[in-house]
């Protein structure tokens, strides 16, 4: 199927009337999801948002459950979000942290009904990649600026038009309701290719990278590759497959809710014991739980990387600290 | 020989004599427009070692509580910001050895993104007072003094105010400049309130600005204490990103040396260098006291004197 670029604003502005669509927009010159009513507020011409889509099912901040304390006893009122929602626009990266994501919080010891409650009502428009940026190592993840796991429904840009594809059955049904035409040979060609040809820098290599990290915990390579780390959260924060949480609850009097934070493992406190032991006490130990995170447990617990190399904690680094560089060298090692 | 020539070479000599045991300073980034700190501690190591208008980072950070005997490559901002810790018994000075670099200002990513329409820089080049820079099917020329960072622009102490070699030659200080201080002041107290509240809503609390402030060093910081919980740990709401900023510019009264650090690292582009230098303006005003300029001046609030105003006494 096909639409032109000027007919997707006002198709947006309807579908918003039934769903709550979320679309990137260009808010304070940053890029970043919101919800939107009116279409033309979606922003598609852009190489990646500031913060990840993660944050669309697994919001920064998240009131899990209200309660008030009174004679009577405990009252709660869950806060589970069943709003039907539709993301527009999403760069396959993001889509694909949400694939990984799923692993995470619905897995044989835990179900998380926040996340998978808005996973289920939500449909996701992916957006293929032209021009990947420098920073972008997608197709060296497993992922790549055209892959399509993930998405309901995927958006190739043709220029003046979108070739539409139908992904998922929940996705071909929605497009059925929007009677667009059909895309010519022409059109179905230059999609092809573009799905076939573009590539984001395939330099990194991590095949056999999990087993090696698996006999590196020892190794002095830890020792520097911290050095220069300021201990900021502000890769983690961006990325969009970091899934670290904490919970607090915040009451005033007789009322309060229980709230769940994004958490990161480069802070010290994040693995505070309440003793006052630390047993990841410096840059060197939180450095290593990243990397291996991304790049060893993940892989040996659900058989994927946890990095879908979409250059967010290169760009925003402080201290330029690049994950392709330590990589590398995690490479070279002998 | 250039000031990377110059850097490498004195480097090269401390390792060599085994003067120091390591070498704090800036290597090529792996982006255009941008450096790395770097850390020598052989002699080979410290051919690594660059020096361009992209050396952003407040080496300060990297000499705090040292035991082993360092060497860093400084800037005017980073030298205040080390002369403050000598000052508050965190650097050593016996172990510290500064070579000071005279900057005439740093590149500011964000500025020369919206100067080319945030199009993507594949290549740089810096030939002196402009930026050539290249992209696909782009090829655009900057003044640099154009998009240096706010507080470059304001830096009134370019050279090193203490140094054991400097490279280069001094250049002249400049006269203070507080005129975006003056502009914010004068607005309403409510459109003060709307800028702070807009900009602190783009906050995701992830303490880059506290973490590359050479002056933030506190063994926990408040927001991080649980048991009392002084603040909400969320970033959802904007008074509590507020409150974070208020607290830490005022733990920063009297100690700030105007680095611009924290603006620099904030990865949404908050401007966190306004509520910074209102107080390096008031500490002036108040105590004709600026951070890290001399050895000898006590800090400002660490100290008192009889003649000290008190006109907001009652």
Redesign the interface.
Known sequence: MIINKNEIAGILTKLAEEYRVIAPVKK???VQYAAIKNGEEACLDY?NT??PGKEILF???EELFNYTVSAEGVRMQDNVDKEATIVFGMRPCDVKSLVLLDNVFKNDQYTDVYYLTRRANTLIVGLGCN?P???CFCTSMACGPFAKEGSDIFLTDLGETYFIEGISDKGKELLAKLGLSAASEEQKAAAAKLQTETKADGSINIEGLAEKLGGMFEHPFWD?LH??C?????C???CPTCHCF?I?D?AKDCEGCR?R??D?CM?P?FTLHGSGHNPRPGGKARWRQRLMHKFNYFVERYNATACVGCGRC???C?????I??ALAEVRALD | MNTTEKIREIAKQLLTDKKVDLVVGFAQGSLPLRSTPYFARTPEQADNLIWSATCENNLANFVRKRSDKVAVIAKGCDVRAMVALIKEGQINKDNLTIIGVPCQGMIDRKQVCEAIGCQEILEATDNGNELILKGKGFEKTLAKEDVMFVSCKTCQYNTPVIFDELIGEALPGKEANYDDIAAFEALSPAERNAYIAKEMSKCIRCYACRQACPMCYCSECFVDCGAPAWIGKGAQRVDDNALFQTVRVLHLAGRCVDCGACERACPMGIKLSLLNRKMVKDVKELYGAEAGVNLTDPPALSTHKFEDKEDFML
């Open positions: 304070d010159g940053l190489a500031k913060k919001p920064q901040s021009e940026a420098s920073t520097s050095e220069k300021l201990g900021c959260a502000a983690t924060y961006l904490d607090a915040e709230v934070n994004w990161a802070f406190l290169i760009k925003n402080p201290v330029n600290l690049d392709r560089q």
